[in-house]
C-alpha cells in the first residue's frame, strides 16, 4: 500500500498528465461527423504507433550478448512503424478521396 | 543540451498529435491534421534515436538494428497501405492496430526480463518494482488483447474467420479474463514468479481471440475501434514505464479519443456498446423474429424494365450499400448517373451513416469515383426526399432500408435509424440473392408490392443498365 502511495507522489505529474489527456481527448473529437468516423479511427491508430519510441529504446539499449532484447526488440520497432507509417498512409488515402470530392 | 531538445521534440509531438486530432473531426483540414500528427511523430521518433541518453548519460546504441527495423516496418507499412483496395480498408485499419498490440506486449516482456534479471542479481529489491511490474503487466495484458482481438477482426473482414458463439460463452470469456487478471496481480505481489509472464502473456492472447470471436462482422469498426483505444492505453503504459510524455499523452489521447469514437459508432446505429459487445447482432443467432412469418413473395424485374423506369423517372435516389463496394461498381455507378442526368433525370444517393463496412465507407467509395460531394445526401436529407423520388435504386445494401428496424420491436435492429425508402414510387432492389444481409435478419422492404427485385454483380447489373438506358 505504502508502495502505492509513494508511486503516486512520486509520479504525480505522470497523473496530471492523464487525467487532463482523457479530457482533451474527448473534447477534441466531440463533434465529429458520421462520415469522418473510420478516417478518424485510422489517424488515431496511428497516432498509438508512438508505442515504437519504446521499442527504439529498448534496442538502442540492449546490450549486444542480450539476444533476446535484440530480436524481441527488432520485431517491436518493426512492427511499432508497421503501425505508424501504414497507418499515417493509410489514413491520408481515405482523405484524399474526401478532398477530391469537393473540388 | 542534447535531452533539452529532445524534450521539445516530445512537447512538438505531443501538440501536434492533439491539434491533428482536432483537425481531423473536421472534413475541411482532415488530411493536413493528418499530415501534421505524422510530422511531429517523425519529430518524436528521431529526436528519440538521436538524442535520448539513459540516466548515465549514454547515447543508444545498434544504430543498424533500429534503421533496419524502421526501413523495413517503412517499406512494408506503405506498401501495404498503398496497394490496400477500398473495401478492404477496415481490415487494414485493423490489422496496423494489432502490430501497435504487440509491439507494446513485446516490450513489456523485453522490460519485465531485464527488470526480472536486476531483481535476481540483487540490483533492485523485488518490493520497491511493484509499481513498475504493474504497468508492465498493465501494458502486456492491454497489448496482447489488442493484438490478438485485431487478428481476429481483421480475419473476420477479410471472410477468413467465421462467427463462434456457443452458450456460456460470456461466462468463459470472463473466467479467462478474471485468471489472467489475477495471474497480473500475483505477479505484481512476486515479481520474482518471471515464469508466470509468459502465462499472462498466452492467456491475454486467448481472452482477445475469445472477445472478438463471437461478435458479429457487421460490428467489426467498433470492435476495431474499441481495440484501437486498448492500443492507446498499452502506448501509454510504456510512456510510463519510460517516463516519456510523448508516448504518454499519444497514448492517453488515442485511448480517450477511441473510446468516445467507439461510442459515438455505436449511437450512429443507436445501439449500446454493451448490446454490440454481448449481444447478438450479427452474431449467428438462428431463427430470427420475421423467420416464421409468411413473407409472400417477391417480384422480379428484367433489366430492360428498370432501365425504362428510370430513364423516364423525373428524380431518381441510389441507396449504395456493401454490395456495391464489393463489386467494386462505383464508377459504373458514376457513369450510370451521368447518362441518366444526360437525359434529364435528376439523380442524388443517399448516404446511410453505417452503410457498409465501416462509418463513411460509401463516401470514400463513391468520392473515388468523383461523384461530387452535393449529390450525396445525408440520411435525414434523403428521408425527406424519398417521397419525390420516382424510382429508388438500392445497390447492395441491406439491413440500412430494413423496415423491421422502425416497425418490429422484436427485431434484433429494431431501433436503427434507416433510409426510408418505401416512400418513393418504385424501389428497385439489386442484390445478388435473397440471402438476408449482415444482420442475418430478413427484409420484409423485398416483399412489398412496390419493390422489384434485380439480382445480380452490382457492377454487371450497372454495366448492362448503363446500355440499356443509352439504347433507350
Redesign the interface.
Known amino acids: 500500500m505504502e508502495n502505492i502511495l509513494n508511486f503516486i507522489s512520486a509520479n504525480k505529474e505522470i497523473i496530471y498528465i492523464v487525467i487532463l489527456m482523457i479530457f482533451v481527448g474527448i473534447e477534441v473529437i466531440g463533434r465529429v461527423p458520421s462520415v469522418l468516423h473510420t478516417p478518424l479511427m485510422s489517424g488515431a491508430n496511428a497516432i498509438h504507433g508512438v508505442v515504437v519510441i519504446g521499442a527504439i529504446i529498448i534496442m538502442g539499449k540492449a546490450e549486444s550478448d542480450n539476444y533476446l532484447a535484440l530480436i524481441l526488440g527488432f520485431l517491436a520497432v518493426v512492427l511499432g512503424t508497421l503501425n505508424v507509417v501504414g497507418g499515417f498512409v493509410v489514413t491520408d488515402r481515405m482523405l484524399e478521396m474526401f478532398k477530391k470530392k469537393k473540388g | 543540451m542534447g535531452s533539452h531538445l529532445l524534450t521539445i521534440c516530445y512537447l512538438i ?1 505531443s501538440i501536434t ?2 491539434i ?3 483537425m ?4 475541411a483540414s ?2 493536413k ?3 501534421l ?2 510530422f511531429g ?1 517523425g519529430i ?2 528521431l529526436g ?2 538521436f538524442l ?1 541518453t ?1 540516466e548515465t548519460g549514454e ?5 543498424h ?2 534503421f ?3 526501413l ?3 517499406v ?3 506498401l ?3 496497394k ?1 483496395k ?1 473495401t478492404a ?2 481490415e ?2 485493423s ?3 494489432g ?2 498490440g ?3 506486449a ?2 513489456s ?3 519485465f ?2 527488470l526480472s534479471k536486476e531483481i535476481e542479481e540483487g540490483i533492485v529489491n523485488g ?2 518494482v ?2 513498475t511490474v504493474l504497468i508492465i503487466v498493465l501494458g502486456l495484458i492491454i497489448g496482447s488483447v489488442s493484438f490478438a482481438g485485431s487478428m481476429i477482426a481483421w480475419g473476420k473482414l477479410n471472410g477468413k474467420v467465421k462467427d463462434l458463439s456457443f452458450t456460456g460463452q460470456n461466462i468463459l470469456n470472463l473466467l479467462v479474463l478474471a485468471i489472467t487478471l489475477a495471474a497480473g496481480a500475483y505477479l505484481v505481489y512476486d515479481p520474482t514468479q518471471h515464469l508466470l509472464l509468459y502465462a499472462i502473456l498466452g492467456l491475454s492472447l486467448i481472452y482477445g481471440v475469445f472477445f472478438v470471436m463471437p461478435i458479429g462482422g457487421a460490428d467489426m ?1 467498433v470492435v ?2 474499441l481495440l ?2 486498448f ?2 492505453v ?3 503504459c ?21 473510446t ?2 467507439t461510442i ?2 455505436c449511437k ?1 446505429m443507436n445501439r449500446s456498446l454493451a448490446n454490440v459487445l454481448i449481444g447478438s447482432f450479427g452474431g449467428n443467432k438462428s431463427g430470427g423474429p420475421a423467420g416464421d412469418k409468411d413473407q409472400g413473395h417477391y417480384k422480379e424485374i428484367s433489366l430492360s424494365d428498370a432501365a425504362m423506369v428510370m430513364s423516364y423517372a423525373n428524380k431518381v435516389m441510389i441507396v449504395p450499400g456493401y454490395g456495391l463496394a464489393v463489386a467494386q461498381a462505383q464508377h459504373v455507378c458514376h457513369e450510370l448517373e451521368k447518362i441518366l442526368e444526360e437525359k434529364g433525370v435528376e439523380v442524388k444517393y443517399a ?1 446511410h ?2 452503410a457498409g463496412r ?4 460509401m ?2 467509395l ?3 469515383a ?4 452535393e449529390k ?1 445526401l445525408e440520411m435525414e436529407q434523403a428521408n425527406d426526399e424519398f417521397k419525390n423520388c420516382d424510382v429508388v435504386l438500392i445497390l447492395g445494401a441491406n439491413d440500412v432500408v430494413n423496415p423491421a428496424a422502425k416497425n418490429d420491436a422484436t427485431s434484433p435492429i429494431y431501433g436503427m435509424p434507416i433510409l426510408e425508402v418505401e416512400f418513393a414510387k418504385t424501389v428497385i432492389v439489386n442484390k445478388r440473392s435473397m440471402k438476408p444481409g449482415y444482420a442475418g435478419i430478413e427484409n420484409d422492404l423485398f416483399f412489398q408490392p412496390k419493390t422489384s427485385m434485380l439480382f445480380g454483380d452490382a457492377k454487371k447489373v450497372l454495366q448492362d443498365i448503363c446500355a440499356e438506358v443509352k439504347s433507350v
Open positions: 509531438g498529435f492533439i491533428g486530432l482536432k481531423l473531426s473536421n472534413p482532415a488530411r491534421g493528418n499530415l500528427a505524422a511523430m518524436a521518433i528519440t534515436i535520448y539513459s547515447h543508444l546504441g545498434n544504430y538494428w533500429i533496419g527495423g524502421l523495413l516496418g517503412g512494408v507499412g506503405t501495404a497501405a498503398k490496400v477500398m480498408m477496415p487494414m485499419v490489422m496496423f492496430n502490430m501497435g504487440a509491439c507494446a513485446l516490450i516482456v523485453v522490460e526480463n531485464h518490493g520497491d511493484q509499481p469498426p476495431i475501434s484501437n483505444s492500443t492507446g498499452a502506448a501509454a510504456g510512456g510510463f514505464l519510460y517516463d516519456n510524455k510523448v508516448m504518454l499523452t499519444g497514448g492517453i489521447l488515442v485511448g480517450a479519443a477511441g468516445l469514437l459515438l459508432m450512429a448516404i451513416p453505417v465501416m462509418p463513411g465507407h463516401n470514400v463513391l468520392a473515388e468523383d461523384v461530387p460531394y450525396l
